[in-house]
């Protein structure tokens, strides 16, 4: 059976990529292949970029209130495709359903705060600066942004900076995970019959290539990107060389404690949620967790035989709680991973390595592991693994989960449980990363705060979303008047 090739959309227009370099698109619960998608090249990007260059000036041109009114007609759009775009999303990255619907949720929260431009864009002025001479500084729309985006959360990430980008007056060219294509390919499908006018917005298949050309184009003024640290590192160098602006947000190393004063049976449900949703490949998962104290035996039980009853299937079963990790080449890092664990000495204490689920034989999944006793030094305890293996590090007090946190490099999230509002405090206070969870298992800010870390888990200083989010898309002109 012959799977649907997917297009690019340039200037208004469905176009089929001429390169020969195509790449298959996978159903990670049955294992089948549901489609192809190519790997663009540069000059694709290029004519994506001109249409871009060209819908620049009248775009630029056109009342940011009447811009807004494209994001209210999208939102609705949006509103109606709905359960279409979750189900798309499960069925080639995986994910549960309700994990799909939760982001396609996060993904229009963002479309509605960017149609606030016309307050989140003005400037400001102060009269008399000197005798009779006045002074504005006046946000202005820059040009050509991109972004290049993960696997991880096909449909929201590119979503932290387009409608923004947008909104505020600039046009944008998009490349999506070669690993998940289908997924903007639907929500272009919707955006191209709302009418933006044609090369307001681009999206460009591709893979390594296309990243490239983006970097590579002198005509994009700035890059958001979201993915691995190492990843991030190469695209805020690259910016750096060619004087694009960046954001660029990397992995994580997430550790959640767990104090002896804590609520646990409350907070259960939202540490399960935080270490096995997505099967554990996001970036604010819970990879370490940290029971403090003379409460630790009890928190290994409870937390280990909750997911012991996690329901492992395919994402678009309503009763599934956890569904595969994107892809069979993922499947074999995740599983080198538990091997490692169990070469440098930790207790695996629930083995999710042979996991299978009955229809699914091909399927790509990986069954909720735990690892007890393991310590700060050990691999499972550093390096990101972006699935359900999670490392139980005991800790004596507060302190030493502060420095277990402080000392990962990846600065992206942390979060406590306690009772106690001075604890509270004090780990919000000292610790390195940017996101902080307070019995908050998933630290996960809202359309209208920023997001992004710290460390070596964000590069660049504007974050994705938040009120700061217009400053990255804007170049503040500041005029100085004296009336003769």
Sequence with gaps: MSQPVLKNFVNGEWILSKSKNIGDVWCPA????????????????????????????????????????????????????????????????????????????????????????????????????????????????????????????????????????????????????????????????????????????????????????????????????????????????????????????????????VMPDADLDKALPSLITSFFGCSGQRCLSGSILMPVGGIADTVVEKFKSAAEKLIIGDGLNENTGMGPVVSQKHKERVLGYIEKGIKEGADLILDGRNCTVSDYPGGFFVGPTIFDNVTPDMTIAREEIFGPVISIVRAKNLDEVIDVVNTRGYANAACVYTSSGPVAREFKYKVKPAMVGINIGIAAPMSFFPFGGAGESMFGDIKGHGREIFQFFTNKKVVIRRWL
């Design 30 to 257: 049955t294992g089948e292949k549901i489609a192809t998608v190519p790997y663009s090249t540069g000059d694709e990007v290029d004519q994506a970029v001109k249409a871009a260059k060209e819908a620049f000036w009248e775009w630029r041109c056109t009342p940011p209130l009447t811009r807004a009114r494209y994001l209210f007609r999208l939102k609705e759009a949006f509103e109606d495709s709905f359960e279409d775009i979750a189900r798309i999303m499960t069925r080639e990255q995986g994910k549960a359903i309700d994990e799909s619907r939760g982001e396609v949720r996060r993904m229009i929260e963002n479309v509605e705060h960017a149609t606030g431009v016309t307050t989140m864009m003005t400037g400001y002025c102060l009269e008399d600066i000197a005798k009779n001479i006045d002074c504005t500084a006046e946000p202005q729309p820059v040009g050509v942004f991109g972004c290049i985006a993960p696997y991880n959360f096909p449909a929201m990430v590119p979503w932290w900076f387009l409608p923004y980008a947008v909104v505020s007056g600039n046009t944008y060219v998009l490349k999506p995970s070669e690993q998940v294509p289908m997924t903007q390919t639907k929500i272009f499908e919707i955006l191209g019959e709302i009418g933006f006018p044609e090369g307001v917005v681009n999206m460009v298949h591709g893979s390594r290539d296309v990243v490239n050309a983006m970097l590579d184009n002198p005509d994009i003024e700035g890059i958001s990107f979201v993915g691995s640290t190492p990843t991030a590192k190469y695209i805020y160098q690259r910016c750096g060389e060619t004087g694009k602006r960046v954001q660029a947000l990397g992995g994580a190393k997430n550790i959640v404690a």
